[in-house]
């Protein structure tokens, strides 16, 4: 009894690097992709005051969602009757808490009808029947992805159409009506020739900032450029950085670059974005630089764009073709607080294990990387509980080791184990 005990107390609380983390198990997932982990889900893990929840594939396909409360390690799990085609890892699933506490759930789309449902009580695990939002624009859906404001009423983001073709479409839900507007049927127009690959952040005022990358085609390669939008009136209209008012839908010739990279670079989409204190937006992203692909940050400070370039890898590799890439490293998740910036992500270079790279930004002191995890998680990415971090600065990740094949192939990898990592406090030094 006491070495039970004691194993689960290893499993809850250990230190890597002289960093406390704690982990809490949640339950078996599938594993031979890496669907649960892409970093476009946006939010695979989010909670209110009182509970947290997340979701994810099991190895039959179904749609599990899971409820704790805040600070146990204790996960109530549902499994859904709800199936989704895992065998594409496009196929991710979102979620997001209304004011009112609904678990809202959008899952399974890649270029297909919308799949969204609502739970059926407040902080319940049981979902009620798929249903539409709008009724508009509901046929080709693709990357849905939810976002909160303070006041309890939700975005939803997803493209609509095909890769190189599509349209960004913009969803509204006010928590009072308990019903969904669409405010955007086009807002970034890739004009039937490229769409845009985005990232979003919703700051305390409410103010949505988004960036995105250009694709000219389905090939990867054609990635080109950063560009910029902010939104004060949740996502009715659009600004530039300077505050000059966009005509929308916004387009390649109209859009604000915050960073010009040309194509061909190893420029990967769909990244993450987030803002500092002061609201001020930072975007992270990877491309080729010097031979090397390296983590780079783009933000805008003191009236400009400007970029920091991490420098600590030392090896390149060929960004190229269409589907899920098998990629030897992950795409970055960025925080900023306290005037540092944290970049969560994972790479080959240290033997895929979860690492934390933070420096002061505009400063020139070197980057420190420190690895959360002594274990590797294979072709994971970074999705972390955002609205845990903006209350209390607590980094909440959903952790699973995955493998991913190149251009949607699929391992025959076992189910494993679907994970919490709490770094209850972000190194300074």
């Not at 960093?19 to 946006?42: C, D, H, L, Y």
């Not at 030392?314 to 970055?332: A, E, Q, V, W, Y």
Request: include cysteine; hydrophobic fraction near 30%.
């Amino acid at each position: 009894m006491k070495k039970q005990l004691l194993l689960i107390f290893c499993i809850l609380i250990c230190s890597c690097s002289g960093i406390k983390i704690r982990t809490s198990e949640v339950g078996p997932g599938w594993a031979k992709n890496s669907i649960n982990t892409v970093i476009f889900r946006q939010s695979a893990i989010t909670s209110d005051q009182q509970y947290q929840f997340t979701a994810y594939y099991d190895n039959d396909s179904y749609l599990v969602l899971a409820r704790r409360e805040v600070g146990s390690s204790k996960w109530k799990i549902q499994k859904t009757q709800y199936q989704g085609n895992t065998k594409d890892a496009h196929n991710a699933i979102s979620i997001a808490l209304d004011g009112d506490g609904f678990l809202h759930v959008s899952w399974d789309h890649h270029d297909s009808n919308l799949k969204y449902a609502v739970s059926k009580q407040p902080l319940s695990l049981k979902l009620g029947e798929m249903q539409s939002m709008t009724g508009k624009q509901e046929s080709k859906v693709s990357y849905p992805q939810f976002y909160n404001f303070s006041d309890g009423d939700l975005l939803f983001m997803y493209r609509s159409g095909q890769s190189g073709k599509g349209s960004l479409v913009l969803n509204y839900f006010n928590n009072e009506t308990r019903k969904w507007k669409q405010i955007q049927n086009n807002l970034i127009d890739g004009e039937g020739e490229r769409n845009a690959y985005w990232q979003a952040s919703v700051d305390k005022k409410n103010r949505i900032h988004l960036s995105w990358t250009w694709r000219e085609t389905w090939d990867v390669s054609t990635n080109h450029d950063i560009a910029y939008a902010v939104s004060s009136d949740k996502g009715k209209t659009w600004k530039k950085s300077s505050g000059e008012t966009y005509t929308l839908p916004i387009n390649q010739s109209s859009a604000e670059i915050a960073w010009e990279i040309p194509q061909k670079q190893n420029l990967i989409n769909q990244t993450s974005m987030t803002v500092n204190d002061k609201g001020l937006p930072f975007i992270s992203s990877y491309w080729e630089e010097g031979d090397q692909t390296q983590f780079q940050i783009v933000y805008f400070q003191d009236g400009k764009w400007k970029k920091e370039i991490t420098d600590f890898r030392n090896s390149t590799f060929d960004l190229g073709g269409g589907g899920t890439k098998s990629i030897p490293i992950s795409r970055p998740e960025i925080l900023v607080t306290g005037g540092i910036i944290y970049l969560v992500y994972r790479d080959a270079e240290r033997n895929n294990r979860i690492s934390l790279a933070y420096k002061k930004y505009g400063m020139t002191t070197d980057w420190k990387v420190k690895d959360l995890t002594s274990y590797s998680v294979g072709q994971w990415e970074p999705n972390y509980d955002r609205r845990v971090f903006k209350s209390n600065k607590e980094l909440h990740l959903f952790v699973q080791n995955v493998k991913q094949e190149d251009a949607e192939g699929l391992s025959d990898t076992e189910p494993t184990m679907i994970k919490i990592v709490e770094l209850t406090k972000l190194p300074k030094k």
